[in-house]
């Protein structure tokens, strides 16, 4: 099974709401990072956390990373309809050599304008 | 900068029929990918390129052969294709170091019939 796996699968707001996702992960790691994929198009990297941290703000964009719980999440505020995509989080896992990025199945957001 | 490109963007091909697929980046990167997207599914590894001359097998390298001569370009050589292979086929760079951000190319639409 896939080292990282989002929660939901799928959501559906109205724009304006805040979107939370939530990623978990088996095998220590190095860093975790969140991307984002628009329909038909390749994935976009957004933000990126290292072990060593807890949380990391960029923009409208907020990501908290809970290692004992091998768990984070990624928060949009204010969401838009240009924030409709797929989400994907990325852990690298501290016994692939640092080299190797290992990525979930996705969340998929609809924000309703 | 054009960052990774990829080559073609759409191929359909017939079982057994053999393609290669191009991936070229200009940001000097040393390390490069391929991933398979099936639908609903996130980004699955099937090669990558540590260096000029260096490959190595991913999750998924089964009916897949790569090469990377020179450093910017980075080829996935499909040599007998099956149906179980129609995919989206992503490209990535990566600078180096221990794991940092990809970046990703727009994507190859493969079916095979």
């Known amino acids: 099974s896939q080292q990282g796996e989002e929660d939901p699968q799928a959501l559906s707001i109205q724009e304006g709401e805040n979107a939370t996702m939530n990623c978990s992960y088996k095998?220590?790691?190095?860093?975790l990072q969140w991307y984002r994929q628009n329909s038909g198009r390749g994935l976009v990297h957004l933000i990126l956390i290292r072990s060593n941290e807890r949380e990391k703000h960029s923009g409208r964009l907020r990501v908290t990373l809970d290692t004992s719980k091998k768990s984070s999440s990624l928060l949009i505020t204010a969401s838009r309809a240009a924030d409709t995509a797929s989400y994907f989080c990325?852990?690298?896992?501290?016994?692939?050599?640092?080299?190797?990025?290992?990525f979930g199945a996705g969340t998929r957001l609809f924000v309703k304008a | 900068n054009a960052g990774v490109t990829q080559t073609p963007k759409f191929r359909v091909l017939k079982t057994g029929q053999s393609m290669t697929l191009l991936c070229a980046q200009d940001?000097?990167?040393?390390?490069m990918y391929w991933y398979r997207q099936d639908p609903g599914m996130g980004l699955r590894l099937i090669h990558y390129?540590?260096?000029?001359?260096?490959?190595a097998k991913g999750e998924v390298p089964d009916g897949y052969n790569v090469s990377r001569l020179k450093k910017q370009n980075f080829l996935l050589g499909l040599e007998s294709a099956a149906p179980s292979q129609t995919s989206v086929y992503f490209c990535a760079s990566m600078p180096g170091g221990f794991t940092d951000t990809q970046y990703f190319g727009p994507g190859t639409r493969l079916t095979v019939l």
């Open positions: 390129s540590v260096g000029e001359g260096t490959t």
């Open positions: 990325a852990t690298a896992p501290l016994n692939t050599g640092g080299f190797k990025t290992i």
């Open positions: 940001m000097n990167h040393e390390y």
């Open positions: 095998t220590s790691i190095n860093n």
